[in-house]
């Protein structure tokens, strides 16, 4: 577990670091930066041998997936899991996303949920949504992947099924098992709901995965208003022992904006056992 003295161990999330490169780049480039690890939302471009060679090329652990979703301009961008006609899609998008996970040892996919469709009603698709995470859960249960559920706030995702990270545990609740959790996105909890560190300490039990950026900008930690210096005290306080992902968007490039690493006295490099 981790203590007061062990370093938080963080990853960075190639969709938005390092993206002043092409995507095969980011590996090395993440390396050298420090990172042991690292996670992305879309594996699915490339084939699960040459995501492995670029991890071992690079010496990277791989942390998380994403299930797949629709074109980033269509109702599927942020996955299929609650739209009622869409069942087939999101349970074959599932089974590639386990696939993946299971060839990469990835430790966590993150299951999108999905934007509700104005035709179908909030019981409707919420139904439909936890059916679907039920399946997918049984699916994961001869694997050592764990599935993610995320609230993600209705200012980026207008619609999204999910309305808060209590509803995503009340779902993480009801399916069961040890192969579902939460999803605790510090910038969605805190555009959504606030209260950021008494939610953390509320749900820590089911989070299976942290990620963290700054409010308002989706900015790297310390150019907002969220007090990281708390939040991560918090985090080590209750012995998270997981990977904390950078889901962020650098304002002034990726290596530029990796300077909040050493203000925070937290390395990006993997804690030593």
């Given amino acids: 577990m981790t203590t007061a003295s062990t370093p938080l161990r963080f990853d960075p999330n190639l969709k938005w670091l390092f993206t002043e490169l092409p995507f095969e780049q980011r590996f090395d480039a993440a390396a050298k930066a420090g990172f042991r690890a690292v996670e992305y939302a879309d594996p699915y471009p490339y084939s699960p041998d040459q995501l492995k060679k670029w991890l071992a090329d690079a010496d990277l652990e791989q942390i998380l997936i994403n299930s797949p979703a629709g074109a980033a301009d269509g109702p599927g961008r942020n996955g299929w899991a609650c739209v009622p006609d869409r069942v087939k899609e999101f349970r074959d998008g599932f089974s ?158 990726t290596l530029e904006g990796l300077s909040w690493c050493d203000k925070y006295s937290v390395p990006t490099t993997k804690a030593t056992t």
Wanted: hydrophobic fraction near 40%; charged fraction near 20%.
């Fill in 96 to 253: 590639s996303a386990l696939e993946y996970a299971v060839a990469l040892d990835c430790d966590v996919i993150h299951v999108l949920g999905g934007i509700r469709p104005p035709e179908v009603s909030k019981a409707r698709a919420f139904a439909t949504y936890v059916t679907n995470i039920g399946w997918a859960t049984e699916q994961a249960s001869s694997t050592n992947v764990t599935l993610a559920l995320e609230a993600i706030n209705h200012r980026d995702a207008p619609g999204f099924i999910l309305d808060s990270l209590g509803e995503a545990a009340s779902v993480v609740r009801a399916v069961g098992g040890d192969h579902l959790g939460v999803m605790f996105d510090v910038y969605h909890c805190q555009v959504t709901e606030g209260d950021v560190t008494t939610r953390l300490r509320e749900l820590f039990p089911l989070i299976a995965h942290v990620q963290v950026a700054d409010v308002p900008s989706r900015t790297e930690p310390g150019t907002g208003e969220i007090n990281y210096d708390f939040v991560f005290e918090q985090i080590t306080s209750l012995g998270y022992d997981g990977w904390i992902g950078c889901e962020y968007r650098p304002a002034n490039g």
